[in-house]
Structure formats: C-alpha cells, structure tokens
C-alpha cells in the first residue's frame, strides 16, 4: 500500500537540510506539521503552510508519518525511545522514518521498539547537503521493512533523486557510515590538491576544471573544492556534526573488526578546526588548515 500524495507528514528538525525538504514535501502536496526545539527555525515555514505543534509528542499522535533529522544519536534516542517520545505517543500504523545520520544498533532498538506498537520504522539517512536537500536530490539510503519502504517511496521521492532500500534494520545507517568514510579522506585529497597547485603557481580555478571530470573527479571536488577556493565556509553540513559521524563509524568499524587509518586522520583533522573554533562551518573548511 502507498500513501500516495495526499499524507499527513510530521517532520521533525528544520535545520539547514530540513527546512527544504518541508519545502519539497508541500511542494508534492503533502500536508506538513513540523516541530523544532528553536520555533524561530520553523517560522519561515509556518508562514508558507505548515502546521507548528508544541511537542514531538502531540506531532506524533496526529499525523500518518514522522520524519526526523536531528543532530546526534542520543537526541534520536531521546526524540523516539523517551518517555514522552514518538514511539509512545505514535498510533498503530504509523510510519516512523528517522534520516538523521545515527547509530546502525539504534536504529535496530528503534524498529524493535515500534514494531511493537504496530508502527514501521526506517532508518533513512541522506547524503547531498544544502544544495541536495534544497534541489531534491538528495541519495537516500533505507534500512527497515521492505513493505514499509514501499508504502513511503512517494515521499522519499519528493525529496530525492537515487533512493535504495538497503536491507533490515540499520542497514541504511551502515550505508550512510560507507558514504562517510569514502568523503572523510576524499576530502583530506580535495584539499591537499588545490593547495598543491596554489603552492606550485598554478590558478586552482583552473586545475580544477582539469582535474574534476577525471579520474580524480568527486563530488565534493565539483561542489565545495570552489567553496573552499572562494573562501566561502558557510554549513552545507556542519563540522561538529561530521566529527559525529566519524565517531560513530570508528565505533562501528571497532565492532566488525576494522581498522580505518583515513578515518582516523580526517577525525584529528576536523578536531583541530573545532579547537581554532570553526564547529559551525561547513566541512570544506578543512582547507583553512592548508592555507593557514
């Protein structure tokens, strides 16, 4: 079964990423209720349509899903395992769809607990950024039921462009945890590169058109290697909630016996811009560390 385009949509975070996929959600003709801790955060889109509620709790309980993407794992635990939380206050049947990047075990103990109040859980963690957010395009990786997957395609479909299902539980966030591990040293390259031609005298405008649409070609090449060279530091996502997600893969990698020496490093890396003050800039920051 579909929900099709007519759903009742509480989303839950209207941050930098959230507050566009609202957008793109209404644009498809979904009624949206929203909550954030910062009401100011969903101000914009109150004026634009939808509907505020006073707590997760009270969102809960009205609509036919929940969407969230928060900041860290433990605001997920807390947001859907608390007392006064979505899963307790959720109706049967009730599709619950966490896409903040999080804990592959939590969201296991999420699914289980919802599963249990005759909700469907997803894990569906995001990668594009501001630009994949606003433009709905973002790659979207699920884990959860399959059937439950089915039934919510239409709204992931508003939202973004290369949407996979996964597998069970956790297995979108095992996913989002490969994508991070791949940009954590890609990025470490994306900045040595640049500041390498600059260094050599070169105009690293220009090696860029050379060097993106080959071999070395990447995604945050293309879209934050001009950011950097610009100066411009501003969040497409935030430096904290990298180091985050770092930590999280380090800790999983640990339990299936991994050692990831790149992890490591860009970890130390994005660890010294936050020591300089720099937690809320977008990751392409790390070039500061080269040009400093």
């Known amino acids: 079964m579909s929900l099709g385009k007519q759903a009742s949509i509480g989303f839950i975070g209207t941050g930098v990423m959230g507050k566009s996929m609202v957008r793109n959600l209404m644009k498809a003709g979904h009624e949206l209720h929203v909550y954030s801790r910062t009401k100011s955060k969903a101000d914009e889109l109150i004026v634009e349509g939808a509907i505020w509620h006073d707590s997760p709790a009270e969102l809960a309980h009205t609509v036919q899903v929940v969407i969230s993407i928060v900041g860290y794992p433990h605001d997920v635990e807390e947001l859907y395992l608390g007392d006064n939380g979505i899963v307790a206050n959720a109706k ?76 069970a539980a956790g297995a979108g966030q095992f996913t989002k945890m490969s994508n991070q591990i791949a940009i954590a040293s890609n990025m470490m390259g994306v900045c040595e590169a640049l500041s390498y031609a600059k260094k050599a005298g070169l105009d690293p405008q220009t090696v860029l058109k050379s060097i993106e649409t080959g071999a070395a070609g990447s995604w945050s090449l293309s879209n934050l290697g001009p950011r950097m060279l610009a100066g411009n530091f501003e969040p497409g996502f935030f430096v904290k909630h990298f180091i985050k997600d770092l930590n999280i893969a380090l800790q999983s990698a640990e339990e299936i016996g991994l050692d990831m020496h790149g992890v490591k490093l860009a970890k130390s890396l994005y660890e010294q811009l936050v020591q300089q003050g720099d937690q809320d800039c977008g990751t392409q920051a790390l070039f500061k560390l080269y040009i400093s």
């Open 92 to 167: 049967p049947g009730t599709y619950l769809i966490d896409m903040t990047t999080s804990s592959p075990s939590l969201a296991q103990s999420i699914q289980q607990a919802a599963s249990a109040k005759g909700c469907f859980s997803l894990d569906a963690p995001v990668s594009g950024g501001d630009v994949g957010a606003r433009e709905a395009r973002l790659s979207i990786m699920v884990g959860g039921d399959q059937a439950a997957f089915e039934a919510v395609k239409a709204i992931f479909e508003a939202m973004g462009t290369n949407i996979v299902y996964q597998g």
